[in-house]
């Protein structure tokens, strides 16, 4: 048994370690690959697990047929049809982008952590439809209109916006901000008496449902700076002008 160790050692592991190396090495070059968004097959597979095996040097291998369906469904691995197509500059961005979310977390890990979770807050806009409808459906070939019942036609196409607070707890703030679509970008006397106002939500409006600069602000004085027993906090939010607008 002795022999047969010394012999494996000099050999550089058995043939199940260096299988197991191979497939280590080869999941990594395949990884690599994928953060690049290449289009990837089973040839370049079993290339990878060639280049793998240069380093490894186990004798005779040959990235056989068996050896790729085990290593396909050891990891999970399959044939997916692809549903988005980038360019190189969304490959850099997102590179661009992680560099800046590791920044930022650097330098604000510091404010953080001398803040209470319950006291720091994000925030953000949603927008939504009434009525949700989806694009395609089944017609004869050669149809040129396709109709689709809806129970309202306006409903498809107006919006509504909702700005809702979370802390760093996972904790939803209780008054939520609601810009709805209105025509004139106001509420008129009749549907301000007869509007029926939640108590979580602060009900505002646009001419087209969508915040604007003036609306960012009546969030800030009428929901956000009104948060019970809360005399200080740290507000994370994205990119939007309004609040890019010092």
Same mark, same amino acid.
């Given at each position: 048994?002795?022999?047969?160790?010394?012999?494996?050692?000099?050999?550089?592991?058995?043939?199940?370690?260096?299988?197991?190396?191979?497939?280590?090495?080869?999941?990594?070059?395949?990884?690599?690959?994928?953060?690049?968004?290449?289009?990837?097959?089973?040839?370049?597979?079993?290339?990878?697990?060639?280049?793998?095996?240069?380093?490894?040097?186990?004798?005779?291998?040959?990235?056989?047929?068996?050896?790729?369906?085990?290593?396909?469904?050891?990891?999970?691995?399959?044939?997916?049809?692809?549903?988005?197509?980038?360019?190189?500059?969304?490959?850099?961005?997102?590179?661009?982008?992680?560099?800046?979310?590791?920044?930022?977390?650097?330098?604000? #890990? !510091?404010?953080?952590?001398?803040?209470?979770? %319950? *006291?720091?807050?994000?925030?953000?806009? /949603?927008?939504?439809?009434?009525? =949700?409808?989806?694009?395609?459906?089944?017609?004869?070939?050669?149809?040129?209109?396709?109709?689709?019942?809806?129970?309202?036609?306006?409903?498809?196409?107006?919006?509504?916006?909702?700005?809702?607070?979370?802390?760093?707890?996972?904790?939803?703030?209780?008054?939520?901000?609601?810009?709805?679509?209105?025509?004139?970008?106001?509420?008129?006397?009749?549907?301000?008496?007869?509007?029926? #106002? !939640?108590?979580?939500?602060?009900?505002?409006? %646009? *001419?087209?449902?969508?915040?604007?600069? /003036?609306?960012?602000?009546?969030? =800030?004085?009428?929901?956000?700076?009104?948060?019970?027993?809360?005399?200080?906090?740290?507000?994370?939010?994205?990119?939007?002008?309004?609040?890019?607008?010092?």
């Amino acid at each position: 048994m002795l022999q047969r160790w010394v012999k494996i050692v000099d050999k550089g592991g058995s043939r199940v370690d260096k299988l197991k190396r191979i497939a280590t090495k080869t999941l990594e070059l395949f990884m690599q690959a994928k953060s690049s968004y290449l289009i990837l097959k089973d040839i370049d597979l079993r290339q990878m697990a060639l280049v793998a095996n240069a380093e490894v040097q186990l004798d005779g291998f040959i990235a056989s047929d068996s050896w790729l369906t085990n290593f396909k469904k050891a990891h999970r691995i399959g044939s997916k049809k692809i549903t988005t197509f980038v360019t190189s500059k969304y490959a850099r961005d997102s590179s661009d982008n992680l560099e800046a979310c590791e920044a930022f977390l650097e330098e604000t #890990r !510091p404010i953080f952590d001398s803040v209470s979770h %319950s *006291n720091i807050f994000n925030f953000d806009q /949603s927008g939504f439809q009434p009525e =949700l409808h989806f694009g395609p459906s089944l017609d004869f070939i050669g149809v040129r209109k396709v109709v689709s019942l809806v129970e309202s036609e306006v409903s498809t196409s107006s919006s509504y916006t909702i700005m809702p607070i979370l802390s760093a707890e996972g904790i939803l703030h209780p008054l939520m901000y609601i810009c709805l679509k209105e025509r004139s970008g106001r509420f008129g006397p009749q549907v301000s008496q007869s509007m029926f #106002r !939640p108590k979580n939500l602060y009900i505002d409006c %646009s *001419n087209s449902g969508k915040m604007e600069k /003036s609306h960012m602000f009546t969030f =800030l004085k009428e929901v956000l700076f009104k948060m019970p027993n809360v005399t200080s906090f740290v507000a994370i939010c994205d990119s939007w002008n309004p609040f890019r607008d010092r």
